[in-house]
């Protein structure tokens, strides 16, 4: 076997201008199937005012980036198959000793500076005009709904491992069943008595970690009756896996008959708990002595 | 230079006899010492601890975490007494002069103890990481297994959650020592013109800790397992029962193996490079260690003083991360995720290292914008540190800062795309040869693309709010992980291992281990995209049923995955045992510099160091000289069969 330098001269196809053309071709072909018949399945649907935010975003992310997708793949199927040594000829040929191109590097540089600037962008307004789009927040969140004043506030508490729930405008009751409101801005104020869970109401679109000794605020504003499933999402011990519930979300006046009889039904039980707060500390975990 | 005055250890010196190798200092005598001191620092622990433990903590961790803490770091020192780690320095201070080589000759038993020669090393590094990666794949396929079922059927909650926690911590642990370690330690000398690396004995050090982690690790088992996974979130870590000390003993030794190994890179790099090697010309896998070292040199300290916070937290009743008694559980976060962000490049970067050096050697073209290469790879490196909050974008903590770790998450995507132009350059116009590294490097740029755009949805809070903590991350960082770094050393493996083993390695068992590899990795974890958005929790051994089907596929797929890495691990035996065939000096024609010298490499690599006259990639150029070696061929095969 013998090293020989390339043969030149011959007659080059045109190979920037066809990886052109068949990668405008696939973007053109794919990035409508994937707004107009994938778009539409994307997750989480269109419950809630969240994951109506969540589903926009992740339809244009995809759409986006089918560009880029299509980019490489074109380029490497196409590299593969028509920059190929011959391998019957026996000699290793070198390709031509190209070490870089100044033009080449800084448009590359310029257009994924513009790409990103612009998702920045793109995302700090979503972020701020959605509300958080249902995101957990902090105690003092930044992108409060125009209604939040008139906010229905659902404390959510995780504990080893079971969710409980707390209506601080109806004397602060105390439920394992989570029943929302449909049409009306919900606050969540998402904490814990032990350790790390997260809040996930996965149909609602709200994530939200619970953390001993802090409060997190999440909104939502829910369009149709229906249910949905909560889960933790954060890894909290034993039995994490199983620490879910099923929600409902009934009409306005469903919901004030059932927190009414609610807190009629645990006015027995509700004078012995702790006054509501946005944190608990439950349990000594020190002996002071 | 040092490595020029460096004499030639050409004298293998008479091997003592076997007697005398197994009395000697060897991993024999590391692990009776390790027990022995576990049992000693643990009987001393129980007499400190016996006081404070029942009258502080009612209900909380287990009474003897302190018994079992001091335990652990009684092993370590059994263990580095016993390999013979403490000799050095003892000698030193008896005024005696130590050997400059110490367990370098042509016995086996060099490969069971300390050994300053840095190609022993990394083969010590590649069994051990080997070895763990099928011990943590292993724990991979009874995950799968679990979750075939919707609710939990096979394993206790508590022993499922301890697979998942040793899976993904000894993945994470190994697979950071996986490149850094075997090909780190054995082509950064080479590479660079260099007889040895710069901290020898502290090269052996870092390989031995990083087999002891592996062990500590895997004791969780025996103390009761850990139920954290691997990002360890306090309180639970200080809630967890005696197996979480384990964990926290393993990382913290990793993390000061990595230390160590990073300076040792540095140093190395900067003082022991051949004459003619500027920076101009360092390989681009060379720059690919020096910026993974900068990584693990100060990163990795920030998380060992997290672990030695959960530590004093759980044996001497300190209050880090207890919130009803000041702590705060988000400082674990913050501290965890500070170390765990630079660490995931810690993974990546060795990587692109390995993909854009064996590149233009089957594109048969110069790696194309090297200089973009190496500003890509710090660009990377120096802004891992300012991205760790988008792992804690749904914990409430400061959440006002969130457009801006946004922003910077997409930023570092910016010196992350250069490599893929990089690849691109180098494969307009070449002369492809499609030999199993380079299926593995092209394979590279397919996964790592859709792991590197999964990566853009979650660095977006509004979609994050859909995927984070869920199937989805886990979908994600598989593909920049294993699509990535696996990939990449894979490729590396079968690229250089007959440079480092002398031995060829099959092509037609590794192409079937390539495609099988390549088709079920992507058809087990791309549908795991989906089982994230919709609803499927990470770390859970029960789901909703509706995700049943999926499950099942994805685990059927993951069993084909496991079984292509017995086809993997069977080619190594087949061409390593079973049917040796010696490698040629140079089988791929390569330009650099560890294909011009023999095959097997003498244990002191050049005969006289050489003089570097151009970068390792002038491919296209007639006869582009790399080397001059002096006495031209002095270095010849057989000559060092002598």
């Known amino acids: 076997m013998s090293i020989a330098p390339e043969k030149v001269g011959r007659d080059e196809p045109h190979h920037g201008r066809n990886i052109a053309i068949i990668w405008a071709i696939a973007t053109a072909i794919m990035v409508p199937v994937i707004i107009w018949v994938v778009g539409p399945h994307i997750p989480p649907g269109s419950l809630t005012d969240d994951t109506r935010a969540q589903h926009a975003v992740d339809v244009v992310l995809t759409a986006l980036s089918i560009p880029l997708l299509m980019l490489v793949w074109v380029y490497l199927g196409y590299a593969v198959i028509n920059f190929r040594a011959d391998p019957a000829s026996g000699t290793i040929v070198d390709g031509p000793p190209l070490r870089s191109n100044t033009r080449i590097q800084a448009t590359w540089l310029i257009v994924s500076a513009v790409l990103v600037v612009g998702l920045a962008a793109y995302g700090t307004v979503d972020l701020l005009t959605e509300n958080g789009a249902g995101g957990g927040q902090g105690s003092n969140p930044l992108a409060k709904p125009s209604d939040a004043r008139s906010a229905l506030q659902v404390q959510v508490i995780g504990q080893q491992w079971l969710w409980t729930f707390r209506y601080p405008g109806y004397g602060g009751v105390e439920t394992a069943q989570l029943v929302l409101p449909v049409n009306r801005e919900i606050e969540f104020h998402v904490t814990s008595l032990d350790v790390v869970h997260s809040f996930w109401a996965i149909e609602l679109g709200v994530k939200a970690d619970a953390v001993p000794g802090a409060d997190n605020i999440a909104y939502v504003k829910i369009f149709r009756k229906g249910s949905f499933q909560v889960r933790c999402d954060e890894l909290c011990g034993l039995w994490h896996g199983h620490m879910n519930t099923t929600g ?3 009409s306005g006046s469903a919901f004030n008959s059932w927190i009414h009889a609610t807190v009629t039904k645990y006015a027995a039980v509700t004078k012995y708990l702790p006054p509501y707060s946005l944190t608990y500390y439950p349990i000594p975990t020190r002996n002071a002595t | 230079m040092e490595s020029a005055a460096l004499p030639v250890n050409r004298s293998k010196g008479a091997a003592p006899s076997f007697l005398g190798q197994l009395l000697g200092f060897n991993v024999i005598w590391a692990v009776a010492f390790a027990i022995v001191g576990y049992i000693v620092a643990h009987w001393l622990g129980g007499k400190i601890g016996a006081n404070i433990a029942a009258e502080q903590n009612p209900g909380g961790t287990d009474q003897d975490d302190i018994a079992i803490l001091l335990g652990l770091f009684g092993s370590i020192i059994g263990w580095m007494l016993g390999l013979g780690f403490f000799n050095y320095p003892l000698k030193r201070m008896l005024g005696r002069a130590p050997s400059l080589h110490e367990g370098v000759d042509s016995s086996t038993w060099r490969y069971f103890r300390l050994c300053t020669d840095h190609k022993v090393v990394a083969m010590q590094y590649l069994v051990a990481t080997l070895f763990f990666f099928f011990v943590a794949g292993l724990n991979a396929m009874f995950i799968r297994t679990e979750l075939t079922s919707s609710n939990a059927t096979l394993f206790p909650a508590g022993n499922y959650l301890t697979l998942v926690g040793l899976h993904g911590t000894m993945m994470l642990t190994m697979m950071s020592a996986g490149v850094i370690g075997p090909l780190g330690n054995w082509l950064v000398p080479i590479m660079i013109g260099s007889r040895r690396m710069a901290f020898p004995r502290i090269e052996s050090l870092t390989m031995w800790l990083t087999v002891l982690a592996g062990f500590v690790l895997l004791s969780a088992t025996l103390l009761g397992g850990f139920p954290t996974g691997w990002t360890g979130y306090a309180p639970l870590a200080d809630q967890a029962r005696a197996g979480i000390d384990s964990y926290l003993v393993s990382f913290l030794l990793i993390g000061i193996a990595l230390v160590l190994v990073g300076i040792n ?45 959960v530590m004093s937290d759980r044996s001497i009743e300190s ?27 810690i993974l990546a970067l060795p990587g692109f290292g390995i993909v854009l050096e064996i590149l233009p050697v089957f594109a048969r073209k110069p790696l194309w914008g090297y200089r973009m290469a190496v500003a890509g790879m710090f660009g990377v490196a120096l802004m891992s540190f300012m991205v760790w909050q988008h792992h804690l974008f749904m914990s409430g903590i400061n959440a ?11 930023l570092i995507s910016i010196p992350t795309g250069l490599i893929f132009l990089n690849g691109f350059g180098t494969l307009w116009k070449a002369k492809i040869r499609f030999t199993v590294p380079m299926l593995f490097c092209l394979a590279f740029f397919f996964n790592f693309l859709i792991g590197g755009l999964s990566g853009v949805f979650l660095s977006d809070v509004t979609s994050d709010v859909v995927t984070h903590g869920s199937f989805f991350v886990m979908a994600h960082f598989h593909y920049t992980i294993m699509g ?40 087990t974890f791309f549908p795991l995209f989906a089982a994230g958005m919709l609803g499927m ?30 086809i993997f691990l069977g080619n190594l035996v087949w061409s390593l045992v079973l049917k040796r065939e010696r490698a040629s000096d140079n089988p791929w024609h390569s330009k650099s510099l560890e294909w011009q010298i023999p095959t097997p ?23 582009a000289p790399v080397v001059d070696f002096g006495r031209r061929g002095a270095v010849a095969a057989g000559e060092a069969g002598a």
């Open chain 2, 400 to 410: 006002n800062l969130r457009p801006f770790y946004m922003f910077t998450t997409e």
């Open chain 2, 537 to 566: 929790p990470r770390r859970v051994s029960s789901y909703n049923a509706s995700l049943h089907t999926l499950n099942v596929f994805v685990s059927i797929m993951a069993f084909c995955l496991g079984l292509s890495m017995l």
């Open chain 2, 265 to 309: 890179i540095l140093v190395t790099v900067v003082t022991l490079r051949a004459p003619g090697m500027t920076w101009n010309r360092l390989p681009i896998f060379v720059w690919a260690m020096v910026t993974t070292s900068i990584l693990a040199v100060l990163a990795a300290p920030v998380l060992a003083a997290a672990l030695y916070m």
């Open chain 2, 601 to 623: 490499v003498p244990s002191y690599n050049f005969e006289q160091i050489p003089t570097i006259t151009g970068d390792p990639y002038g491919y296209g150029l007639p006869e």
């Open chain 2, 484 to 523: 990535g770094l696996v990939f990449a050393l894979m490729g590396g493996i079968y690229y250089w291992l007959p440079k480092m083993t002398g031995y060829t390695i099959n092509q037609a068992l590794g192409k079937l281990h390539f495609w099988t590899m390549f088709i079920f990795f992507n058809l």
């Open chain 2, 319 to 345: 209050t880090f991360f207890i919130s009803s008694s000041g702590g705060s559980p988000l400082l674990w976060d913050e501290l965890f995720w500070f170390f765990g962000h630079p660490e995931v490049y």
């Open chain 1, 248 to 250: 409902h979300i009934v």
